[in-house]
């Protein structure tokens, strides 16, 4: 019986992966036979995780973008055509929330900055992923959004509302590239312990506030997350396309 979860031969982008979420779905990818493009805006942090994965026996290469920059974005997709010629799997797994605090006092730079990496970013990082895809047949796009995509979480307003951007976009390019052989769904994340969290995760008060609405009581790892995404962009997903999988311990369960 064939390994529906191989993916031996498939080239992936995964953006945001120099740690956490990223970088656990990046390694996972890898240790199943995918070429992993290790994505962040700065190129060094990124080689640290790709001597990881070859270091495991797995295919990685670093490439940096920043994908608040639209220039960034077509470059880096210039820049896998022309080496790759194809790409087949892509993780928009990159975000920003510079805001932490009442939305009321959101000012603009924060604001435009969210939207930009948020909502933008990935729209074109999907557009331009869909149109590589296209061209050999079709492959899967994942986007991380959030729980807060549901459930704004308290002082992450701007960061909530892209996220649930994220969720209707990621329907949206369901939608319109299922002909195209391109599948696109979503991953909610619960509560994860990584750095760009860490304000909420070190904060002794919030953590127990939160952990009253979660079942299984206690904060995921990154690598809870990987294994998600690794059923989304493999041949075991095949019919699976417009989903919003929350990963949350039961958050959403109310």
Do not use: W
């Amino acid at each position: 019986m064939a390994n529906t979860f191989d993916l031996s031969g498939k080239i992936a982008l995964v953006t945001g992966a120099s740690r956490g979420i990223g970088q656990a779905i990046a390694e996972l990818l890898a240790q199943h036979g995918a070429h992993v493009i290790i994505s962040s805006r700065k190129a060094e942090s990124c080689q640290v995780v790709v001597d990881n994965i070859i270091n495991a026996g797995g295919s990685a290469e670093a490439m940096a973008c920043h994908i608040g920059e639209m220039a960034q974005i077509e470059a880096i997709f210039a820049q896998i055509e022309a080496k790759h010629g194809r790409l087949d799997i892509l993780v928009n797994n990159a975000a920003t929330n510079p805001h932490f605090g009442s939305i009321i006092d959101t000012d603009v730079n924060a604001f435009q900055k969210t939207v930009d990496v948020n909502i933008r970013g990935y729209f074109f990082m999907s557009s331009y992923g869909a149109k590589l895809m296209a061209k050999n047949g079709g492959g899967a796009i994942v986007n991380v959004a959030s729980v807060n995509g549901v459930i704004p979480g308290l002082f992450q307003g701007i960061y909530s509302i892209t996220k649930a951007a994220v969720m209707s976009m990621t329907q949206a390019f369901a939608k319109e590239c299922a002909g195209m052989g391109v599948r696109v769904n979503a991953l909610l994340p619960g509560f994860t312990d990584t750095k760009f969290a860490s304000a909420l995760v070190k904060n002794e008060q919030i953590v127990k506030s939160v952990l009253q609405h979660v079942p299984m009581n206690r904060i995921a790892q990154p690598n809870e997350m990987a294994g998600a995404v690794l059923y989304l962009v493999s041949p075991a997903a095949s019919y699976t396309t417009g989903v919003c999988l929350n990963v949350d311990g039961g958050y959403l369960l109310g």
